[in-house]
C-alpha cells in the first residue's frame, strides 16, 4: 500500500532494540567492568537478543478500505505496513521495552502513518474515529514510561502517527525571542535552526538526541539546564493541536488572566486530548561563554544543603546538579578515576551559561562553600558534559553484560527529599534483595526550584532468570513507596501506561474526573493513546 | 434567620459604594482639579449618590427550608439575610459596578452565607447542588470585571459564599519556603502572619489591601512585583478545592511530569468549577533592602526598548513599570510637580528588593541607560510606592467631580506591543468622540516576560447623561479591538461576565468545550458563579 516494498525513507533512525545511533554501541569502559563484579557479584549471562529479522508480529490489522481512507489523506507513500518500520513504532525505551524487544513474538502497530501537515493530522484523526483505528502519536521513540505502547483499546487496530515530516522552524520573532516549531523537529535540528538566526532554545533532557519538540510538550519534559531555563512547561508560549473533533490554537500574550492556562491541558496529555502540531518557544541569544565547576561536599545532606540554598538564591547557575556518594563513586570509575572512587562523599557539578557569569559563580560559589563544598576543578564538569546523552548507550552494555539497568524519578518539597529518597531506596534494596539479586542504587538532583527539587534514581542489578517480571513487581514497590512518601509519580518522565495506576494516588478521583471529562469531549471514541495517563477502563 | 437582626459582625468593610475605607475618602488634589478642565473641558454634575439605606433590593427569595438547610452546615449565626449585607455583596469594584450603585434599585444576592472551614464549604455546595441555589464565592470584593454579579443562572435563588471566616496561615515550611494558607485571607494579613515568621509572599496588586489569596488564585491575578516574583500562578504549589461533586488537593511537589497540571485548571476559574478553600505558595525571606530609582525617557517608545531588554536579560529590578507621556503627566501633576506635567516624555520606575540589589541595579542601569533613559532620581519611584494602592480612591474622586474613570488592560508579544496601544488607543478615543465626550487616555506597561508585555489603560471622559450605557458600548469597541489586534482579554484583572463574550474569541471553540466540559463534570446543575467565564447559555 505504501512506496514500492510498503517502506518509507526515515531519517537516521535509532538502534531498533536499543539507544541511538548503531555505530556508537559500544563495550563497557574497562573501569566499569572491574567495578561490576564487586557491587553485583558474578553477572548471569542474558537471553540473546534476536535479530531484527527474527521478530514476529501479527499481520496488520487494517482493513484495505481502512488503508484507502488513510492514503486518502496522506498519500500511499507515507503509510507504512513493513515489518521493520511496524516493530520500530513497537514502543520506547524503558528498560523493559528492551528486554520485550530480545522476544521473537513482539506487538506492533498495524501502520505507520505519516502525516505532512496540520491539516493532515486533523483529518487523519477523523478518518481514525470514524473508523475506529486507535492512533499513537509518535514523535522520537524515546519514552521511557509505556506511552508509545500499541495499545488497541477497544478499537480493532492501531496505528502510529509518527509526526517526523512536522519538522522545522516555522516562524522566528526575534524582537519577542519567541519561536514557532513544528512539533516534530528533533532536539538537535531544532537548535541548529534556531542557532543559524543566534538563538537557543536550552532545553537538553537526556534524551536530547532523538526527542521532539512536540514530545517534550507532551510530555512535559526538563532538560539539565532547568536551573537556568525552566522546565519545558515553562518555556511554551503557544500550542497549536488537532483533536478529533476540532482544533485548538493557544497562547496569545506571555501572561493572561483569560480564564485557565488551556496550554497546561495539553502540556503532559501525551497524546490523550489530542496531537500536538506546533509549539511556540520563549528562546534567548545563543549563549558566547561557558564556565564550568565541580564541587565536592562530605555527603549527600551537606549537598542538598547548598542546592536547596542556590536554588533559593536565584540567579545562579545554568546547570545545578547533585550526585549522591554512589554515583559519585561510579561517575569517578566511568572516567578512570578507579582510585578516588572509594573516597567517600558526594559531587555538585555547576555550568554557567550566558549573561552575569562573574557575579553568578561568584554568588553560587559562596553558597555553596558556606555549605562545606570544596571546589574540585572543571573537570569533573567536563566529564559530566561531555557524556550527558550517553547515559542509555552505557545502558545497552550492562544489559548486553547481564547486567539490569534501569532509571526513575520524582520530585517533593526540600522539606522531604531526604525522607523520600530514603524509602525509594529501601523500596529499590528490598525489591532487589527479596528477587534474590544483588543490587546498587545511585541517585542524583538535578533539577532545582526554590520549594524543593527532583530525585532522580539509577539502579544496577545482577540480571535474574525473568527480569520484567522482577522489574515490574521492584517497580510496582516503588511507586506505591513514592506515593506514600509523599513524591510525585513522575517529574519528568510522565505518566504513560507504566505510572497510570498510580496517578489516580496522586491527583485523586475527582482529578482522574477532570481528565477523563476533557478526554471524552476531545476524543469521544477515545481512539487517542488508549490507555496512557488514565486507563481506558474509566472510558465512558 | 441569622443573630439578632440577621446580620454577621465583620471585619472592617470597604466603602459600600466606592473603594476603601470610609475614612480614607478624600477630594481630589487641587493639582489634578486644576488640570481637568484642560483636559476634559467643564464637568457635568453627576447623578446623586444614594444612601445605602435608600437601596431598595426584592426580598431573598431562599425558602425557610433552603436557609433550614444552610443553617444545619453553618449555623445560623453565620448566614446573613440583612439588605445591607445583600448590597454588600451585590457586585466588585468596576465603575460601572459603582456607577450602579447610584441607582435606587440594585439586584443583590439572597442571603450572604459565612462557611468556617473546607468541610463547611463542600457541604453548602451539596446543599446548594441538591436545592437548585447559585452560589458566588467571595472573597475581598474587589473584582472589576462583575465576576460577583448576583447571577442566579436557572436557579431560583442565588447566595453570595464569603470566604473571609476561612482565614489564616495553615502550616509553613520554612525550609522549602512554602506556606499555606487559608483562601480567605485577605492580602495584608496574609503578609503581616508571613512577616511574622521572617517570610514574605510578595504579591502586591491594586486590590492588595482587601482582595484574598483564594480570589488572587481563581482570578490569575498579577502583582506589581511581578518582574521579582512573577505573577500569582507562578507563586502557588498547591490548591484544595471543594468542587459540588468532590474534593481535590493539588500539588504534590514543585515540578511533575504526572499528567497535565491540575493546579492551573482551577487558577483562573473564577469560582465556576469550585471553591478554592487553601492555597499553598511559595514565600522568601522578608527583604532587609529596598532601592528605587525612576527614569526619564523621550518617548514610550524608547521606554519600552529598554523595558524589553531588561525582561530579557533577567535578573533584574522587583519592580519595574513604564508611563506613557499622557500618564506621566498626569502623575507629575498628582505629585504637585504642574510645571514638569507639560514637558513630554515616558518614565520608568524601578524598585529592587532582596539580595544583590548592587548588581542587579547596575546591569539594569546600563540597559535603560543604553536605550536613552536618564535617572531621576529617588523622588518619582517614592511618590509610586506611597499611592501604589490608592488608585482607587481617586477614581471615586474623580467620579464625585463628574469625571468617568475607568482602567482596562490586556498583553501581548513586545513585537505587536506598539499595534496594540495603537489600536486600543484609537477604539478608546473614537468611542468616547462618538460618544460625544471628551477623553483623555494613559498606557502603563507593568508587567513584563521575556516575550512580552503587559498594556494598562486608564480613560478619563466628562461623564454624560447615561455613563453606563456609553461605557458598555465603548467597552465592546475595545474588547473587539485587543481580539483583532492580537491582544488577550485579560492580562490579570479576568474574565468574569463582563469578558466572558470576547473568551471564545481568544481560545475558540474547542477551548470553549473544554471548559465546560469540566464545568458540567465538577459541577452538573452549573450552580457556581453561572454566567462567569463561560456564558450559561452553554450548560448542556
Known sequence: MSGENGRVAVRSEMRWNGWGDPARASDLPRAVRMLLPLLLGRPQKPATAVNLAEVRVEPSALLDGDLQAL???VGAEHIDTADESRIRHAGGRSTPDLLRRRQREQASPDAVVLPGSHDEVAALLRVCADRGIAVIPFGGGTSVVGALDPDRGAHRAVISLDLRRLSGLIRLDEVSGEACLAAGTAGPEAEALLAAQGFE??????????????????ARSSGQNSAGHGRFDSMVTGLRVATPTGDIDLGRSPGSAAGPDLIRVFLGS????????????????????RVLESWSFADFSHGVDGLRQVAQNGGGPTVIRLSDEAETAVSLAQVGRIGKALAKGASIVTVYEGDGIGERRARTSEILMTAGGVSSGA??????LDGRFDGPYLRDSLL??????????TATTWSNLHHLRAEITAALRGGFAAAGAKSYVMCHVSHVYPTGASLYFTVLANLRSDPLEEWAEIKRRVNDSI????GTISHHHAVGRDHAPWLEKEIGETGVRILAAIKRELDPTWILNPGAVIMSDRSA
Open 483 to 486: 506515593i506514600a512518601a509523599g
Open 270 to 289: 501525551e497524546g490523550i486530548f489530542g496531537v500536538i502540531t506546533e509549539v511556540r518557544v520563549r528562546v534567548h541569544p545563543v549563549p558566547r561563554e
Open 379 to 384: 573537570s569533573g564538569a567536563e566529564g559530566w
Open 201 to 218: 532554545l536550552g532545553h537538553y533532557p537526556q534524551s536530547f538526541r532523538y526527542a521532539t519538540i512536540g514530545g517534550f510538550a507532551a
Open 71 to 73: 492514503t486518502a489523506v
Open 400 to 409: 548486553d553484560a547481564g547486567v539490569f539497568c534501569e532509571t526513575l524519578e
